[in-house]
């Protein structure tokens, strides 16, 4: 009896945060089986019209094919379903703040700040007033309906992803709101910031000028702005005070008015630890996507050519999922974020479109003024408010569920409690219809109407840039807010005085169409020069400063009979711009000093080095310990003099081998001293004694020299976080300033960089495109389409995009969907 | 082995393959139980589960795959995926066991008959 008791119990119930035994290992419906390969199929699909095709490459890529516009984004959603569908209940879960249903306490944090920052209720908002024609509902219940389809189908055949057996659950319908919220979660992992918050720490520890000297508003370095005026300056348009669908102007609090409320004290540490608590993904802390376009005058085919590559974190599977769609009012092939039915960036039969992230700043913090002698108030235009309460309820798996209340001011959630309430104004929560933006793009008949679609836009802020057989050119979008008389890239104070005042107008947004040189370059850099006439991004309010474009812009311009290899080798490019105007500088220094040893093998290195930041470069991997210890040997006594503050997520101590923003805009700042101001009073020492330009680059030479060799590698881990599961690391090379970017944690490890590249060429009538993902379009790690995208990525190799009639014959799959 | 434990392990392999490809793992408990109190032995029964828990997973197809997969996930390491199929063959005959040693011991018990159970 004791066995039987010893061997059911942990058969029937979870034990010990194993899964139950018997529904994981039965081999009917438990893990056996679900890896069954990708074959034909012939599925009826509830809510087809009529019949579609979904076709299959060897490779994975995916061609839809329907008879009308609902039952093309049907079929996406059916695709995304059978290939993602884990992945796609991960991320609506996450952005919803439903994490810990599933996953169990350690996911509570991820899911208190999601419910914090309000995506559902923004998502919920969006649908609510999405008009009842409106195209984009359609397309949305349509999506839904496919996502549903494969959820019952992947159910009833017992193929439901592995993940969901061993957690022991099974994914809910799919509804349009999921669809919006995996739009806003896309969105919050490129748009969402708190550089506010880490450069509030110096902002507060250094003297005005010395902020303004190490960090100034315009990048160190030289700029090369897409949009270089001239520009214009209209009034600005309404934007509300408060993005959040939940935060408003409260009333005052009765007999509350008066008292001038109370000066923001203390830090922001405990926001600062809430953030980097987080799990990856939820803190944009990448800012590195490359797009450019060069007119006919520059190829070799006498016509446009556009390459984009967008960077972001890799993961397996990756956030992207490419896909060919065909129906009667529509005809693209793109990358499509699994959860949402349109692509993000690809091409029509007239254009084609790649995206990076724009500068400017979309996430403001607001320091409240509270009262611990009147909870849960703000002061705000001169009277105490009551601040929102949003009461949540968290289900933990295994455990009691919690509770969980998020506050509101007039500006939106507050994100810090303790201490000072820091509250967030963020364009991702604004009133979105992002998806009919999107849909009139891609039926759009020229370029002209493509701009048009997106002035809509509202988050995150983007460069779109794109190339036409005719044209090509670059525009933003996205709500810009501008707030009089304060710097946004910093906190704000609460009490009214810094509040939204609107924002920038599209017509006045950075743009350029078909400009006199024919090269439209946009790599993260400052969109505007600094006559801009707008509050505008700052070195300190965006990770990049703007070497990348640099490359792009030396290669392209004035070239001539550049082709589509050109343009797919133009991306794999490692020039490293630092090094460009630091290693002379260095090797100047070093002239007349006695070396032996390694220091002399190194100089001798550097002197022959071609300045790239190639796969296995000795001289990269020194360079970039060099440039680290250039910003210590500089700025490490004044650090120590102002008492910078630690900070949680150790991007303050310049010690630290972790990247980080604050040393990028150093490292440009102090390249720029170095070059043209090689006696700047800050490579002196506090106390008086004197240095100069050659003396720190000397010393930081040999603090280099001293350090061990690392080796600089990418690793492409899974989204479950199970280490078995990622592929590498592997060598490689690149770092986060050159074209062929490549960032993470450290300098060394790389897990983030061009996610997808994507390059046109507009001399074939409907555009001849080749695109590579490092990635696979299966979730699941025994299909063959897993990961296999990593090694051509790795090679700098690309997978032609077959379009029509040419994707027949390279398709090795065919799903016929027929309608009940 | 006897006409009658041949016939019993083949009826135990067949009919608990089928309710293992249903998703019914507690099939093993239930089956094992009839085989052993059937044949009175232990052993039998488990061979038989353990060949109908093979036979269904080989069945499903792609097996190997699975158990690399679930090996990287719970053991963090994609090479041992033979040790999950090893785990999965325990647990089944442990299964079988508790349901072949009840089945056994309900048969023993009844054999001795009311006199010699008081003894």
């Known amino acids: ?820 | 082995m006897s006409k009658r434990n041949v016939v019993v392990f083949a009826a135990t392999t067949v009919v608990l393959s089928a309710a293992l490809l249903l998703g019914w793992w507690w099939a093993t408990v239930l089956v094992a139980a009839f085989a052993g109190f059937a044949v009175g032995k232990v052993w039998l029964p488990v061979v038989a589960a353990m060949t109908a828990w093979a036979t269904a997973i080989l069945w499903t197809g792609g097996a190997p795959d699975t158990a690399r997969v679930l090996s990287a996930m719970v053991l963090a390491n994609r090479d041992l995926g033979w040790l999950v199929l090893v785990i999965t063959a325990v647990y089944a005959a442990l299964l079988a066991s508790a349901g072949a040693w009840t089945g056994a011991t309900v048969r023993r018990v009844g054999n001795r008959g009311p006199d010699n159970a008081r003894g």
């Open chain 1, 1 to 820: 009896m004791a066995l039987l008791l010893v061997v059911l119990v942990p058969s029937a119930f979870p034990v010990g945060g194993l899964p139950a035994l018997g529904p994981v290992l039965n081999p009917g419906d438990g893990v056996w089986g679900r890896s069954a390969p990708v074959s034909d199929e012939a599925p009826v699909v509830p809510g087809l019209a009529v019949p579609a095709v979904i076709s299959f490459e060897a490779n994975g890529l995916a061609h839809v094919s329907a008879g009308s516009d609902d039952d093309l984004f049907l079929g996406i959603g059916y695709t995304h379903a059978r290939q993602r569908l884990f992945q796609m209940d991960l991320l609506r879960r996450r952005a919803a703040g439903q994490l810990a249903e599933v996953l169990g306490a350690s996911a509570v944090e991820s899911d208190m700040f999601q419910l914090d920052l309000g995506l559902a209720r923004s998502a919920e908002r969006d649908w609510r007033e999405l008009p009842r024609d409106a195209p984009a509902r359609q397309v949305l219940l349509a999506y839904s309906d496919g996502v549903n389809a494969a959820i019952d189908e992947l159910i009833a055949r017992d193929l439901l992803p592995e993940n969901f057996v061993l957690l022991g659950y099974a994914p809910r319908r799919w509804t349009p709101v999921d669809s919006l919220v995996v739009q806003r979660m896309f969105a919050q992992s490129i748009g969402f910031t708190d550089l506010p918050v880490t450069f509030s720490f110096l902002a507060k520890s250094l003297p005005a000028d010395v902020f303004g000297a190490w960090f100034p508003e315009v990048p160190a370095i030289a700029q090369h702005p897409y949009d270089k005026g001239p520009y214009r300056k209209l009034p600005l348009t309404p934007a509300p005070v408060g993005a959040d669908p939940a935060a408003h102007g409260a009333d005052p609090v009765p007999g509350g008015g008066g008292g001038g409320g109370v000066p923001a004290v203390g830090g922001l540490a405990p926001l600062r630890e809430r953030l980097a608590d987080l799990p990856p993904g939820t803190v944009n802390r990448i800012g590195n996507s490359n797009a450019w376009a060069v007119s006919g005058a520059h190829t070799s085919t006498g016509r446009p050519m556009l390459a984009a590559d967008p960077h972001l974190g890799f993961s397996l599977p990756a956030i992207w999922y490419q896909v060919e769609g065909t129906s009667p009012g529509y005809h693209f092939t793109g990358v499509t974020v699994p959860g949402f039915p349109a692509p993000v960036l690809g091409k029509t039969d007239r254009f084609a479109w790649g995206v990076t992230n724009a500068q400017r700043p979309t996430s403001l913090f607001y320091l409240e003024a509270t009262d611990p002698a009147r909870p849960d108030q703000y002061h705000w235009q001169g009277e105490w408010r009551p601040m929102t309460l949003v009461r949540n309820r968290i289900g933990v798996r295994g455990e009691e569920p919690r509770e969980h209340v998020t506050r509101l001011t007039a500006h939106g959630p507050v994100l810090q409690t303790q201490g000072v309430a820091t509250s967030l104004w963020w364009s991702g929560a604004l009133p979105s219809d992002n998806l009919s933006a999107l849909l009139n793009g891609l039926r759009a008949k020229d370029t002209t109407a493509f701009r048009a679609s997106l002035s809509s836009w509202s988050a995150p802020a983007l460069n779109f840039v794109y190339a036409s057989p005719e044209d090509i050119g670059a525009f933003t979008v996205g709500v810009t807010p501008q707030v009089e008389g304060h710097d946004v890239a910093l906190p704000l104070p609460g009490d009214g005085s810094a509040d939204v005042a609107g924002a920038i107008p599209v017509a006045a947004l950075p743009a350029v169409h078909d400009p006199a040189d024919g090269v439209v370059v946009s790599a993260n850099q400052r969109e505007v020069t600094g006559d801009y006439p707008y509050r505008y991004s700052t070195s300190y309010g965006f990770p990049d400063q703007g070497w990348r474009a640099a490359t792009l812009t030396a290669a392209l311009s004035g070239a001539t009979g550049r082709t589509a290899d050109d343009m797919a080798a133009l991306q794999l490019d490692e020039r490293d711009e630092l090094a460009v105007m630091l290693v002379p500088q260095l090797l100047k220094a070093l002239q007349g000093k006695e070396l032996a040893g390694a220091g002399s093998d190194l100089r001798a290195a550097l002197a022959g080095w071609d300045l790239r930041a190639s796969t296995g470069s000795a001289q990269a991997e020194f360079f970039e310990r060099f440039a680290t210890a250039l910003v210590r040997r500089t700025f490490q006594p004044w650090w120590d003099q102002y008492h910078v503050p630690q900070d949680p997520d150790g991007w303050l101590p310049l010690s630290s081998g972790k990247s980080s923003p604050v040393k990028d805009v150093l490292r440009a700042t102090v390249a720029r001293w170095v070059v043209s101001d090689p006696g700047n009073r800050f490579f002196s020492l506090p106390d008086g004694t004197r240095r100069d330009a050659t003396a720190v680059l000397r010393e930081a030479f040999d603090e280099a020299v001293g350090q061990p060799a690392g080796q600089h590698t990418v690793r492409f881990p899974s989204l479950l976080g199970v280490p078995a599961l990622d592929e590498g690391p592997f060598p490689a090379g690149g770092n986060s300033r050159t074209v062929n970017a490549l960032s993470g944690e450290t300098a060394e490890a790389g897990t983030a960089g061009p996610s997808w590249r994507f390059v046109v060429d507009w001399s074939a009538p409907q555009g001849a495109a080749r695109a590579i993902c490092p990635c696979g379009q299966s979730e699941n790690p025994s299909s063959p389409w897993w990961a296999n995208g990593v090694e051509p990525w790795r090679r700098g190799e690309y997978w032609q995009v077959a379009e029509g009639p040419a994707a027949e014959p390279v398709s090795t799959v065919k799903w016929r969907l027929k309608p009940r």
